[in-house]
């Protein structure tokens, strides 16, 4: 199984993500989360185009468009990443993930319409469980929520099922 | 009441929305900040990926897992030890299991599809996976969706098995440092289990 580990010290830096983590939350009160935002979007986008329909919605209502601390972080990852990236000389232009290419092929179409389904369903459920990998899975976990613990389990193993279902087993590491 | 009263009051209220926006803004500028950093870390761990993404999801590379559960410890230790100071607030999500099981295990499902979740799609852009832009529109219209059926889930699912706000020190009726203890322990023995199976 040949594996790139080019990466920094996953540990070190993990660390260094749970002190920002306490940082933000001592100077702010905020914790860490993504996918309240994407609600945010959603309403922007049908206060423009369907005003009424918006109006109607409690859950957009409720979750009211604004940019908030969650918005300028989610920009703030676009562009720490963009910045590291460039630095570091590893931005680059891709359509199709490499373990994708080995055994999709190169179509970039057929990527994107599975990136679709899979968003939508991935912040569906999301919003089920109030939280992602951040809200949860970070915030929840390190308050010690028993929220955050069965969300994140429950995360895994979705994910696993369906990974397995896509790649199939046996681990051949490609 | 007279002008000049009037006029103080005004002042009054001007120096008040000034002070707010003040605030607003720098809550915005932390956020900023903070996720700058975020971005940083993530994208020099290389996990902004789906080929890692997928790995960890497939067993073969834990390097997310070992991220994320290092954020935890430090994160718990210094959450909880601010938190008896007195200094910070928690924000527990309730336990809903009807929404967070089912919502967790469809989260993953679209994971697993996508390759990105919610805070790292936005990331993958900045790194130039453009399918992740796909992702992040299918991201909305999962928000879209949802906006449209919570009336019925509010009833249905959202009411099943609600436990409120409860944390493992509250479940186990124990300190909560007990708690950092064992779970600091598990992680760190887990930790050890992946660098011996060399996942």
Redesign the interface.
Known sequence: ?S?VR???N???????????????????????G??TT??R???L??ETVIPERAAS????VKNAVK???????????????????AL?G???????????KRHFGES?VS??????????????????????????????????????????????????????M??GGG?D?S | MDLDQIIIHLKEILVSLEGIANAVDLELRFGLVTGLVFGVLLQRAKVIRYDKQLAALRFQDFTILKFMMSTIIVGMIGTYFLYDQGLVKLSIKPTILGGTVVGGLLFGVGWALLGYCPGTSVGALGEGRTDAFWGILGAIAGAALYAEMFPYLKDTLLKMYDYGKITLPMLLGVNHWIVIAGVTAIFILSFMWMEKKGL
């Open positions: 199984m594996k080019d990466g920094w996953p540990y070190v830096l993990g660390g260094l993500a749970g002190l920002l983590s306490v940082w933000s939350t001592y100077y702010t009160g905020k914790y860490f993504a996918s994407f609600v979007v959603a309403g986008a049908e919605l409690e859950y957009l940019l908030d601390w969650q918005g300028m972080f989610l920009v703030g990852i676009f562009l720490g990443v963009l910045l590291s990236a570091f590893e931005f680059k232009f891709q359509a199709v993930p490499d373990m994708w970039a990527r994107g319409l599975v990136a679709f389904l899979g968003g939508a369903v991935a912040m569906f459920g999301a919003r089920l469980a109030d939280g992602c990998p951040s809200g949860h899975g970070l915030s929840g976990t390190l308050q010690l929520a028993a929220s955050g613990f069965i969300a994140l389990i429950c995360f895994f193993v979705g994910g696993a099922i369906v990974a397995r896509i790649y681990g590491g």
